[in-house]
């Protein structure tokens, strides 16, 4: 029997017994209208409890779904078939991630950590601790994590990218973060998540040909992204060429970009106010190509 019957079972005899209980207190000393209120918060709870059991379940096939994504991931992280036991730990992290079951994930990440033995091994589990507390909203205890990948690969260009993102907060000094964002574009010149930060960080310095340059850049490494289309959009705002602005609003828009969002920013441009940050925005973040696809 797998661990989401199990769960199901469980759920059932959970569920009855509450509303058992609920109805006996209910018509014990003759029918109470207001009883009826507490089964019904007893079969809310009883489901709700059934739906959290079966989400945080999981069963083989789930995990060999998720072996199967992260292959490539996974390839070479191991050293020998002695470390399968950890290796399994990892596929199941990984799922308990994507299946959003923080508390498994919490304790199995915890245990995963004292028992790293290379590089490889390093790099995957912390930064899942990374992605799990960037999820958690606790920048620093990510930051933490993702320094101790590079502290065994300092030349990681999405490592470095990912800190400086986290680090800026919209009011730190904007010329010393593009010089970050820089450096670690010279680690990966190609790297289009790099490409639009430093696209970014040149309309915000109200640079827009060079952010102009850095956007199409992104675009032509990888043609998907909304977020380079976003920026040309307020690039072009700024130079105030509104028929191109309009334009790459459109495309942005196709592409997967928050229109409500981006309408805001490009009318505090018009407006001569500072376009606010968009290094917010969950999906700048490289950790989402992590993510398991649905």
């Known amino acids: 029997m797998n661990n989401r019957k199990i769960s199901l079972i469980t759920g059932i005899i959970t569920t009855a017994v509450l509303v058992g209980m609920s109805l006996y207190i209910t018509f014990d000393n003759g029918f109470n209208p207001k009883g009826l209120i507490i089964v019904f918060a007893a079969l809310l709870s009883g489901f709700y409890s059934t739906y959290r059991l079966i989400k945080n379940s999981y069963t083989k096939s789930d995990l060999v779904k998720c072996e199967e994504h992260y292959r490539e991931l996974l390839r070479g992280v191991f050293e020998s078939e002695e470390k399968a036991k950890r290796r399994k730990d990892i596929i199941l992290a990984l799922y308990f991630y994507n299946a959003g079951g923080t508390d498994l994930l919490y304790s199995l990440l915890k245990n995963l950590k004292k028992h790293c033995e290379n590089r490889y091994e390093i790099s995957l589990v912390y930064l899942l601790d990374a992605f799990y507390n960037i999820d958690m909203y606790n920048y620093e205890n990510a930051i933490e994590s993702l320094n101790k990948i590079i502290s065994v690969d300092s030349q990681n260009?999405?490592?470095?990218?990912?800190?400086y993102l986290l680090e800026y907060d919209g009011e730190s000094n904007k010329e010393q973060f593009f010089e970050k964002l820089k450096s670690a574009l010279s680690l990966d010149k190609e790297n289009p998540y790099i490409l639009n930060s430093c696209a970014n960080a040149c309309v915000q310095l109200k640079n827009y040909n060079?952010?102009?340059?850095y956007a199409n850049k992104a675009i032509n490494t990888k043609d998907s992204l909304c977020q380079p289309y976003s920026v040309l959009s307020l690039a072009y705002t700024g130079l105030q060429n509104y028929s191109e602005a309009e334009k790459y609003k459109i495309q942005a828009i196709q592409k997967g970009a928050d229109e409500e969002m981006?309408?805001?920013?490009?009318?505090d441009m018009k407006n001569g106010e500072e376009h606010c940050s968009m290094y917010d925005e969950a999906d700048v973040f490289v950790y989402n190509d992590f993510k398991m696809k649905s």
Do not use: F, P, T, V
């Open 157 to 163: 260009a999405d490592i470095n990218h990912l800190i």
């Open 262 to 267: 981006l309408n805001i920013y490009i009318e």
């Open 210 to 213: 060079e952010a102009i340059e």
